[in-house]
């Protein structure tokens, strides 16, 4: 009996080489995202479609992914990623295939595009089950995910990376709702204010590593303009509004006291900030800030997802 025939192994490593393009441990950050604005929707008692929810969030996780490329692929182009020799990997720096000559700007140009023009068609579709306000929170997604790294706006070296990727992942929770309740309502945007502070929070402290190749580059990042004890400063008002928050708008009745779970980041964020603080002007000893802040980040979407689920 002739064995069974086994995958090509060119094509598995291609495939594996496709993937780690998109920096893909940083899409999970997405995948959150999309489980707490599904979980708003069926915590309002508007159902659980999993097939649209299955759908919204992987074309959610391909916008990502799209846009991780597309920032590879211009700061490539401007020389940022090169300049980095201070980046924490895999925290900062971006997924350095490019520098280190595994992959090329036209090979990572054609897969930002391959992921564009899947999103376009995939996305009409999704508008069709689930509504037109589908479609305008996609191209509006879509548009920040280009407009943050590619000329001409280039969002990112003009201070306004932060509130781009602020609105971004604030558009993904109130889209994964919008699938379920086919309308915009208060409680969705209400979690989404919260996360979309701690991602901004995220990019402050994902920023300090990188200021100095940014700075010889011309990016005038958020981070480069306040200076390290700046951004420290930023950050620690980001986290500590995004858990304030949290407690108002239950106090204010908005989500359900449930909700609160999203408090068990606090901790996580506390001790980051904590380090940040006391390693402001040592960007090298930063890893331990970075690690915690990806998860207080994941875990305040996870809570607050936990505690609208919680019958």
């Known amino acids: 009996m002739s064995d069974a025939p086994t995958p090509n192994p060119t094509r598995l490593a291609r495939l594996g080489l496709l993937v780690r393009m998109t920096r893909p441990a940083f899409l999970l950050l997405t995948v959150v995202a999309c489980a707490l604005g599904t979980a708003t929707a069926a915590a309002c008692g508007c159902g659980f479609d999993a097939p649209l929810a299955l759908g919204a969030t992987a074309l959610a996780v391909l916008a990502h992914a799209a846009g991780n490329v597309l920032n590879d692929l211009h700061d490539a182009r401007n020389g940022a990623d090169a300049a980095n020799t201070q980046g924490i ?4 720096g971006g997924s350095r295939l490019i520098q280190s000559g595994v992959v090329s700007e036209t090979e990572t140009a054609d897969l930002a595009k391959a992921l564009l023009l899947f999103l376009v068609p995939a996305g009409l579709l999704l508008a069709v089950k689930a509504g037109g306000g589908v479609l305008l929170l996609g191209m509006a997604g879509l548009l920040l995910a280009w407009a943050y790294s590619a000329p001409p706006l280039k969002l990112m070296s003009r201070g306004l990376g ?3 990727v602020a609105l971004t992942w604030f558009l993904v929770v109130v889209g994964a709702d919008y699938v379920q309740r086919r309308q915009f309502f208060v409680i969705p945007a209400s979690a989404a204010a919260g996360f979309a502070l701690m991602v901004a929070a995220l990019l402050v402290i994902n920023g300090i590593p990188d200021a100095a190749a940014d700075a010889q580059v011309g990016k005038r990042t958020l981070v480069v303009r306040l200076g390290p004890l700046g951004a420290s400063a930023l950050y620690g008002f980001l986290v500590l509004s995004a858990h304030l928050w949290l407690v ?7 989500p359900p006291t449930q909700a609160l779970w999203g408090l068990v980041s606090l901790p996580f964020s506390l001790a980051a900030l ?10 090298q000893r ?3 800030a970075l690690a915690l802040t990806v998860a207080a980040t994941l875990l305040h979407g996870l809570g607050m997802t936990w505690g609208f689920g919680w019958r």
């Open 89 to 92: 990997f895999p925290f900062t």
């Open 162 to 164: 932060e509130l781009t």
């Open 248 to 254: 108002a708008s239950v106090g204010l009745l908005i």
């Open 274 to 283: 904590a380090w940040l603080l006391w390693h402001a002007r040592q960007p």
């Open 286 to 288: 930063l890893k331990p």
